[in-house]
């Protein structure tokens, strides 16, 4: 396009009042798609390098609407953020996915973990740690099994709130993972500070293994540090055998990715209890 001239202003006005009337919209249609119980939750599998087995499911938000079709959550869930509903989303994610990991335990599947993603709204607008628990009495899933998935955008907020918080959390008896490592606003101080158990790697920096040097140092450095900090290392977004060698070879503990399963509805997931190749 044009770089300058005067049609290009109009183009762009007009591009941003689509984004601004989408948005709108998407903010209306999600109260109801929470109320008409049209929000679903996918799980993608999560792979032990060393023995192909799943260790866990990541719970991920996928909404389908009548007429507008599927709705990405990269584009729904910043609405959400913005209009506060994220946390009755949250809590809508929260039990959801626990009755489904508590289902799998009584069907006599073991040894996995459910993850869930925590927005950053969910530690200012809502009482996580009562959420946390009233999930796990709810379900009576053991809270071992259950993971929070927090951002680097907690370093925004109040370090002493957030860390009483995941305090809390932890003494529950979940698992925190940071998620996202590397991409945020990132402050490696906090990461003595806060009590993780994992963390994870954001497939931009997976992507372009092996070809891009600079994302292989910071991958080897990530998972350098989380392990001399006594936290294991889950890498998302691999795609291919060639990323699964390096991480390997990194001692990175698990993967999760499109090279061993996309995000799928609870009944497909489930057939990943059976393990995978790990080539
Ligand atoms: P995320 O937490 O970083 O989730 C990982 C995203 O990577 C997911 O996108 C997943 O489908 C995608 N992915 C997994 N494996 C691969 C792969 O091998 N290749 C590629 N290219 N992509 C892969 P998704 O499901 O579209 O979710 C996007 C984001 O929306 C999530 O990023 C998370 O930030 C947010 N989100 C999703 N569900 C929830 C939720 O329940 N609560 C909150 N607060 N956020 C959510
Ligand atoms: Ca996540
Ligand atoms: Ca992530
Ligand atoms: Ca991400």
Request: aromatic residues 8%; negative net charge.
């Amino acid at each position: 396009a044009k770089p300058d001239g005067p049609g290009t202003y109009v183009y762009f006005d007009a591009a941003m009042n689509r984004r601004v009337a989408r948005s709108l919209l998407i903010h209306n249609e999600l109260h109801r798609a929470l109320e008409n119980g049209d929000l679903q939750l996918f799980y993608q599998p999560q792979v032990r390098i060393s023995t192909g087995e799943v260790v866990g499911f990541e719970a991920l938000l996928r909404w389908q609407h009548a007429t507008m079709g599927w709705i990405s959550p990269a584009e729904f869930i910043p609405v959400a953020e913005q209009s506060g509903i994220i946390v009755q989303i949250g809590e809508w994610v929260m039990h959801t996915a626990a009755r489904q990991a508590a289902q799998w335990l009584a069907r006599g599947h073991r040894n996995f973990r459910i993850a869930v993603n925590i927005s950053v709204r969910q530690f200012v607008g809502q009482d996580l740690p009562q959420l946390v628990d009233t999930v796990l009495k709810e379900t009576g899933l053991p809270p071992h099994m259950l993971e929070l998935e927090v951002t680097e955008s907690l370093a925004l907020h109040s370090v002493a709130t957030t860390l009483a918080i995941l305090h809390d959390c932890k003494s529950l008896g979940v698992k925190l993972a940071m998620d996202d490592f590397g991409t945020g606003y990132s402050s490696l101080s906090y990461l003595k500070r806060y009590p993780l158990d994992a963390l994870k790697i954001d497939q931009a920096f997976v992507r372009n293994i092996p070809q891009d040097q600079g994302d292989m140092a910071i991958t080897r450095a990530i998972v350098a540090m989380a392990h001399s900090f006594g936290m294991s290392v889950i890498a998302e977004g691999v795609e291919t055998i060639a990323q699964l060698e390096f991480l390997r070879a990194l001692g990175c503990e698990d993967v999760q990715g499109y090279l061993f399963s996309k995000p799928v509805p609870a009944d497909q997931a489930a057939t990943a209890f059976a393990g995978f190749a790990t080539y």
